[in-house]
């Protein structure tokens, strides 16, 4: 089984709809992150958590939500999904130990029509 | 703001050296990665190196560092067809304010 886990794989949608994507890992990781990537832009970070109660903006913010439910858990929510939101959204998580190193899950590919 | 830039696309052939470059603006940089993106999957951790390095080597791949230039790069030997992927390079900071930002990718073809 995947260390970390999202859901769906994909997604398409309406304009103006609420999405929520969700993450699960079994790492034990107290990290967890959510990007986005778009072509020839590379991965963009839209929030953290350091842990349970931690909740972080990143560079992307606007137009997203997160809640971190348990260490395992962070779900990405759209609260009124827009076209320029299509992409693909990978979670993460790293171990924080001062090296970084990411573990991504599969992706979801959201589209929004 | 910080910038982490790659070439898009690099293209060789099978069994010959791959040479990806990065270039990165921020001098607080601690560790330098390269991570592997194949099709349908997320991103993979292949290496990464600490900023007072110059050199890391691990089985084909080495990475090189010029710290003084900012500039990043990974090479992979003998290059086989499994190698084809995007390759995205990335740095982090571990003081003050979190940081980790990654590179546009640059997409490798290995030609058989």
Not at chain 2, 22 to 35: A, G, I, P, R, V
Request: net charge neutral; aromatic share 12%; proline share 2%.
């Amino acid at each position: 089984d995947a260390d970390v886990t999202q859901t769906p794989r994909n997604r398409i949608t309406k304009t103006g709809k609420r999405i929520m994507l969700e993450c699960s890992q079994t790492k034990g990781h107290d990290r967890m992150y959510w990007y986005r990537q778009d072509p020839g832009l590379g991965l963009r970070l839209i929030y953290y958590s350091f842990d349970v109660k931690d909740i972080n903006k990143g560079e992307i913010s606007d137009g997203y939500s997160v809640s971190r439910q348990a260490q395992a858990k962070f779900s990405l929510s759209l609260e009124s999904a827009i076209p320029n939101q299509t992409a693909l959204y990978f979670c993460a998580t790293s171990e924080g130990q001062g090296n970084e190193k990411l573990f991504f899950g599969s992706g979801t590919q959201l589209s929004v029509l | 703001g910080e910038d982490v830039e790659q070439s898009l696309f690099l293209s060789v052939r099978e069994g010959d050296s791959s040479v990806i470059n990065c270039t990165y603006t921020d001098s607080s940089s601690t560790y330098l990665y390269w991570y592997k993106q194949e099709p349908g999957a997320g991103l993979q951790l292949l290496t990464y190196i600490f900023s007072n390095m110059d050199m890391k080597q691990d089985q084909r791949l080495t990475v090189l560092l010029n710290k003084k230039d900012k500039h990043l790069s990974l090479r992979i030997a003998d290059t086989q067809t499994g190698d084809s992927a995007i390759y995205f390079c990335a740095e982090s900071t571990t003081s003050g304010t979190y940081k980790y930002i990654f590179g546009t990718g640059t997409r490798l073809k290995v030609l058989a």
